[in-house]
């Protein structure tokens, strides 16, 4: 029996409607998610060029299933291409240079239930078969009990459906592809906007620092305004079973000694700055999703614009790929003297940008 909310509704009638644009979007359902007597789709949005080299934009919400918002934000994203499929002929030289690979509600059954980790009590994002070299105890994953949070599963190596489906869905994507930046939609940690890069797993420097350092100056430049604090996830916890530290090791042991090993794929978490929320609105703490949700809607509308210009500039630096992934020995070594310098060697407190009060 399929049960609905929200949220999937609204997946169902983009999916719909995307059906008009066969030629250039590919909607699927790759896998179902069972919860008892009930079963939940889980949608793949493709849309854009298919061939296996055009770079890509990946986003994935609703890993955690309190956190609505990302999902929110991710159909937000697909509606905006729905439109602009109709009449924007910029939209169109884009899509025919690249692609926008999205599965927007990850954890259908958690959503459904109002609780962060799936069906079987798993959070989706310790779920993955990576040992972390460092973890922070309990939020960095714990197999101890399915009824403490950040629950990893019994079987270590075993994923669920829904971490299988995404990481099958972005093997298909993007390993053959000469860059990409996937973007996973999370809320309820700090008052600011965040992006993280890897690891999750360790908190020494990953391979792609220097790129990830050119990406992070480019928007200094282009947004000098931006909002966002960009570091590595480990500054601010380190996990195991992290799925991107998963699929870009899986992606480099692919790539490794072969004409493609230049590619790039760059795994981002945004992670939303619900504690703002709670500030303004402190009643909202005591309930459910209070802590992980605008509640209010006008502060709702705000979130959901608040960050289309910085996912704007990255579908411009994913088709420009270039400036920040060929770079010669020398730039690529200033570029990782300079992020060490950035994020690995000052141990003082991080400076924060002055709090957002908006
Ligand atoms: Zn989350």
């Known amino acids: 029996m399929t049960t609905s909310f929200s949220e999937l509704q609204q997946l169902e009638t983009l999916a719909e409607r995307f059906q008009k644009y066969s030629k250039i979007a590919r909607v699927e359902i ?13 949608y793949t949005f493709s849309i854009g060029s ?11 919400g609703g890993v955690h299933g309190l956190e609505r918002i990302g999902s929110h934000l991710a159909i937000a994203f697909l509606n905006n291409f729905l439109q602009r499929l109709e009449w924007d002929e910029t939209f169109q030289w884009q899509l ?14 958690g959503m459904y239930l109002t609780r962060r980790s799936n069906g ?5 994002m310790r779920n993955s078969p990576i040992v972390a070299e460092h973890s ?10 399915p009824h403490i949070p950040w629950y990893m599963g019994k079987e270590p190596g075993k994923m669920e459906v829904e971490s299988q489906t995404l990481v099958d869905f972005f093997k298909r994507e993007v390993f053959d592809s000469s860059a990409s930046v996937l973007f996973d939609f999370h809320s309820g940690f700090g008052y600011v906007d965040q992006l ?13 620092l220097a790129e990830v350092y050119r990406l992070k100056r480019l928007m200094d430049l282009v947004m000098p305004n931006h909002i966002y ?6 500054k601010n916890y380190t996990t195991h ?5 998963h699929l870009y090791i899986e992606h480099q042991k692919k790539i490794q000694g072969t004409p493609q090993a230049k590619n790039v794929l760059m795994p981002i978490t945004l992670e939303m700055g619900s504690w703002i929320w709670i500030k303004k609105n402190p009643w909202q703490f005591f309930s459910l999703l209070g802590p992980f949700n605008p509640i209010k809607p006008h502060r709702h509308r705000r979130t959901m614009r608040r960050h289309l210009p910085m996912l704007d500039f990255f579908t411009r630096v994913i088709i420009s790929h270039g400036s920040w992934t060929d770079l010669s020995n020398t730039e690529r070594e200033e570029a990782h003297a300079a992020a060490i310098k950035l994020w690995y060697q000052n141990r003082l407190p991080f400076k924060r940008p002055a709090e957002i009060t908006e």
């Open 229 to 234: 604090i960009f570091e590595p996830q480990a």
């Open 96 to 109: 025919e240079r690249m692609r926008f690979s999205f599965i927007p509600l990850v954890n259908p059954v």
């Open 136 to 145: 922070s105890w309990m939020i960095g994953g714990q197999r101890i009990s």
């Open 30 to 42: 790759p896998a179902r998610v069972k919860h008892g007597k009930l079963d939940f789709p889980l």
């Open 120 to 124: 079987n009590h798993v959070d989706i």
């Open 241 to 245: 079973g992290d799925l991107w530290d």
């Open 196 to 208: 993280w890069f890897p690891w999750a797993k360790s908190k020494t420097p990953f391979p792609h």
């Open 50 to 60: 298919q061939k296996p080299e055009a770079p890509v934009f990946g986003v994935s």
